[in-house]
């Protein structure tokens, strides 16, 4: 992302904006101001919730590990007062990426946050570490950014602001702290498979990773800071203060020593981290002999600052899901001609009902995107593209964009086109709500609008919505009759009056003899 920030500022210098972080570990708050086009907290909070500790072997949250996060997340919500919600991030990561049942913790959180829950994706959280590192870290350097967290691990080959390769591995130090660590005591067997077991997922990904090759690594996060803060008080650490490779053996010799984790006794390491902190240090062991890494530089920036500095880039129109859209039309050669005129007429039929249907800015984003990408299914094949479309858009890594947000574009794909039925309404409701349903039957109309893919002008188009009594589901087209093209365009919306009824909505369709205002 271009730090443009200065010469067009996003917010004015006295405007707040927050982030919360939902991790396999800890939750994270971050409250911040923009000063001179960086990001500076003004709060920080920080507890330990351990939710990927509350799952069991069926990836089932107990309902203790979820009501610790609710508490949690009850005490960050009366800090936010002061920070408008449009200027409130709230992500979470891997232990809601695992959890069956996340989706009951997230209806319980949801309640109570002024923003929804949006779980990322393992590569997308990668991408955020990493945009919070090369802010906090100013650097033209090819880096590798390693950060260990409770659930998984993420890796990042970047350059500037731009991250190259990025990878999340299912390994960290609430995992494998049940796994290897899980009655306390540290041993060197334990230490030994714990670092083998790391070993393996890292030998996964070492290949490409030692082929795009690095000149510098930095490290994030938790683990790797009280790492930092253990060999430097031991005076381990090199002269520029960074974690060394024999620094790590040596602290993994000390903590066997130790032999408890009620024990740890470390400057640096705090009382909440003891009982994940040797799993931590053996993973960091396994990457460092895995990836030949000598020395770390710690950086402080991590995924909620990189969340800010992304919220930053939406409001200055340097959204990175704008470019993730490009990338997918030009991966799967879609027709950016038709998708364009698609675009074009469903923001047109999305201006005349905004306000009766209760549609937000996001919700517009949301259908602009996937009226770019509604054919990107044609590259697997014109028969039901559009549940490829779907399935491409539902499980590809999509940078910027949440699991949900996928989810719901996915539901786009799935229902603009074909017959519509009353579980796939269902599904749509559930995802999305009513604003999701309306904007399947936005786009649906849309695309029928450009069906004869004709380079002659649309026929001036009218959407308007009989309210009455607060019902919204009686919906009125108007043709102008200024076409050659109109009789086409009414047929297929007569077409569209059945399908419409499915989902409860009565489609009326009409012609005018004069041009309409649209």
Not at 20 to 44: C, P, Q, T, Y
Not at 116 to 125: D, F, L, M, N, V
Not at 388 to 412: C, N, T
Not at 489 to 500: H, T, V
């Amino acid at each position: 992302m271009p730090n443009n920030y200065l010469t067009n500022p996003p917010l004015a210098e006295d405007e707040l904006m927050a982030a919360i972080d939902i991790g396999s570990n800890s939750f994270h708050l971050a409250i911040a101001r923009l000063d001179h086009g960086e990001v500076r907290k003004v709060v920080s909070m920080s507890e330990k919730v351990q939710l990927a500790a509350g799952l069991d072997a069926n990836n089932i949250l107990s309902a203790a590990a979820e009501q610790r996060g609710i508490d949690c997340l009850s005490r960050f919500v009366a800090r936010l007062d002061a920070v408008p919600p449009k200027r409130i991030r709230v992500v979470a990561t891997n232990a809601l990426r695992q959890a069956k049942n996340a989706n009951d913790f997230i209806a319980r959180a949801n309640v109570i946050l002024p923003k929804p829950i949006e779980i990322i994706s393992g590569r997308e959280e990668a991408r955020l570490i990493y945009l919070g590192v090369s802010h906090t870290n100013a650097s033209t350097d090819k880096r590798l950014v390693i950060d260990i967290g409770g659930g998984s691990t993420e890796f990042i080959i970047g350059q500037g602001f731009d991250p190259l390769l990025t990878e999340s591995l299912q390994m960290g130090c609430v995992a494998f702290t049940q796994k290897y660590f899980d009655d306390g005591n540290i041993t060197k067997e334990a230490f030994t498979q714990a670092i083998a077991g790391a070993r393996k997922e890292v030998l996964a990904i070492s290949g490409r990773y030692q082929k795009a090759g690095w000149s510098s690594v930095v490290g994030s996060s938790g683990t790797i800071k009280a790492v930092r803060n253990v060999l430097v008080s031991k005076g381990w650490a090199d002269a520029q203060e960074r974690v060394t490779y024999q620094g790590v053996k040596k602290l993994e010799k000390l903590l066997i020593k130790i032999g408890n984790v009620d024990n740890i006794e470390l400057e640096g390491v705090k009382a909440h981290r003891k009982a994940v902190f040797p799993a931590g240090v053996a993973v960091l062991r396994a990457v460092m002999k895995v990836l030949g890494i000598s020395t770390i530089t710690y950086s402080d920036g991590a995924l909620r600052e990189g969340v800010m500095y992304d919220m930053l880039g939406r409001f200055a129109s340097e959204d990175v899901r704008d470019r993730s859209v490009l990338a997918l039309i030009k991966r799967y050669s879609g027709d950016k001609k038709q998708a364009k005129k698609v675009v074009k007429t469903s923001r047109m039929l999305f201006e005349q009902v905004k306000e009766p249907l209760d549609l937000s800015e996001e919700d517009g984003d949301l259908l602009r995107r996937a009226a770019f990408l509604h054919e990107i299914g044609l590259a697997i094949g014109h028969s039901g593209y559009h549940k490829h479309s779907a399935y491409l858009l539902e499980y590809s890594d999509i940078p910027g964009f949440s699991q949900v947000d996928q989810k719901r574009m996915a539901q786009l794909m799935l229902n603009h086109r074909r017959k519509l039925k009353a579980e796939t309404l269902e599904q749509a409701c559930i995802i999305g709500g009513d604003q999701l349903v309306y904007l399947c039957l936005l786009l649906r109309l849309a695309v029928l609008a450009h069906h004869s893919r004709s380079d002659h002008e649309l026929p001036a188009l009218q959407l308007n919505i009989i309210d009455k009594n607060n019902d919204t589901n009686h919906w009125e087209t108007s043709v102008a009759d200024d076409s050659e093209h109109y009789t086409y365009l009414i047929s297929d919306l007569e077409s569209e009056i059945e399908q419409f009824a499915k989902w409860g909505v009565k489609l009326s369709v009409s012609r005018t003899q004069t041009p309409l205002q649209v």
